[in-house]
T-cell receptor, first 115, second 111 residues
């Protein structure tokens, strides 16, 4: 069974440019998460989806970050415009209904470098 | 939200048993304890989860005392490939819960 797929793996952009990350969760997983991980730190939750509904986006910097999950499957996280401090690894994870299990399945992440 | 405290780093040698302890003094009745492992350039990977007493799987054991204010992840006979960051999380798996990672414990295994 395929795991969580993310793209691109690496992205280098100049500040003020836009960037987008894509995530394809495990088939059948209703819950999807986007985390941001800075160097040497644990993942920080940005947004959580239950199907197509964003149920927790309190940590998403909404002035420049946006996310969507079309049809409750794939998801896209966008940053516009990017700032130097956005350099990090962006991780996508999915799980069955959050009430059913505590196991999150993570993708390999998308490493963003903003110059 | 239960906050967890774990050592920043630990060192051990191949073949040894490694125990990583996590403190979660404010754990709630409905919170579960979950441990994840993360290798460089990869996302975290679920290791084990428990609520109370002891849980064992093919990878590790998780010991939880009766008061649940701490937990210990035990890795038997570690190898070089166990070098990774280990995260302890406590969370209720409900629609309102947040699954929050701390800074983790960086485990280094030496030959």
């Amino acid at each position: 069974e395929a795991g969580v797929v993310q793209s691109p793996r690496y992205k280098i952009i100049e500040k003020k440019q836009p960037v987008a990350f894509w995530c394809n969760p495990i088939s059948g997983h209703n819950t999807l998460y986007w985390y941001r991980q800075n160097l040497g730190q644990g993942p920080e939750l940005l947004i959580r989806y239950e199907n197509e509904e964003a149920v927790d986006d309190s940590q998403l910097p909404k002035d420049r970050f946006s996310a969507e999950r079309l049809k409750g499957v794939d998801s896209t996280l966008k940053i516009q415009p990017a700032e130097l401090g956005d350099s990090a690894v962006y991780l996508c994870a999915s799980s069955l209904r959050v009430e059913d299990t505590g196991e999150l399945f993570f993708g390999e992440g998308s490493r963003l470098t903003v110059l | 939200l239960a906050k967890t405290t774990q050592p920043i780093s630990m060192d051990s040698y191949e073949g040894q048993e490694v125990n990583i302890t996590c403190s979660h003094n404010n754990i709630a009745t409905n919170d579960y304890i979950t441990w994840y492992q993360q290798f460089p350039s990869q996302g975290p990977r679920f290791i084990i989860q428990g609520y109370k007493t002891k849980v064992t799987n093919e990878v590790a054991s998780l010991f939880i005392p009766a008061d649940r204010k701490s937990s210990t992840l035990s890795l038997p006979r570690v190898s070089l490939s166990d070098t990774a960051v280990y995260y302890c999380l406590v969370a209720q798996y409900s629609s309102a819960s947040k699954i929050i990672f701390g800074s983790g414990t960086r485990l280094s295994i030496r030959p």
